[in-house]
């Protein structure tokens, strides 16, 4: 959407551009696979079912979202928020972030390999969560409030160890 509305600014010769007419988009039992690059090949790591819609806001340049998933094991997490097409903030919620094998199947390889060698376990929502684009050379922020809940994590002795008694061990 972001990209529409840039081109739509340059083709129009201006930065303020017409408001783009969104259409409204309703999705029922859509398949989101995840596939992962290794080599040369794209190997599947996991899949999920969603729900939901886009729809635009009586402000022309927002388009609304809210989507549900479903993974293999439970309902999944559900997202919501908004996505300014005119270059102003965007903004999320996200819930029912169940750390486990859906959302493992999400992650790129490092952090999904950090997850599962620290056992990690517990649920995440993220209450808010926004993204601002820069403009005139100011640079984008991004800001994502946690609420962490039953989380657990090994911590292994490496980590907290200084580098002398790692060495030690060895």
């Known amino acids: 959407l972001r990209r529409i509305a840039q ?31 290794q080599g040369d ?11 939901g819609n886009l729809t635009p806001s009586d402000d022309p340049d927002r388009y609304d979202f809210s989507l549900q998933s479903r993974g293999r094991e439970s309902l999944g997490p559900s997202v919501d928020g908004s996505i300014r097409t005119d270059g102003g903030p965007c903004v999320a919620h996200m819930h029912n972030f169940n750390y486990g094998p859906d959302i493992q199947s999400m992650l790129l390889a490092e952090p999904r390999a950090w997850c599962q060698w620290h056992q ?13 684009p820069g403009r005139n050379g100011a640079k984008s922020t991004f800001r994502a409030e946690l609420a ?4 657990e994590l090994a911590v292994h002795p490496q980590e907290w160890m200084s580098q002398r008694k790692n060495q030690n061990m060895q």
């Open 7 to 37: 081109m739509a600014r340059r083709s129009s010769g201006g930065e303020s551009a017409p408001s783009l007419v969104l259409p409204q988009v309703i999705l029922r039992d859509a398949q989101v696979a995840y596939m992962e690059l």
């Open 41 to 51: 090949r794209t190997v599947p790591v996991g899949w999920y079912s969603l729900e």
């Open 120 to 132: 990690l376990q517990g649920r995440l929502d993220v209450p808010e969560m926004s993204f601002t």
């Open 148 to 151: 962490l809940s039953r989380v």
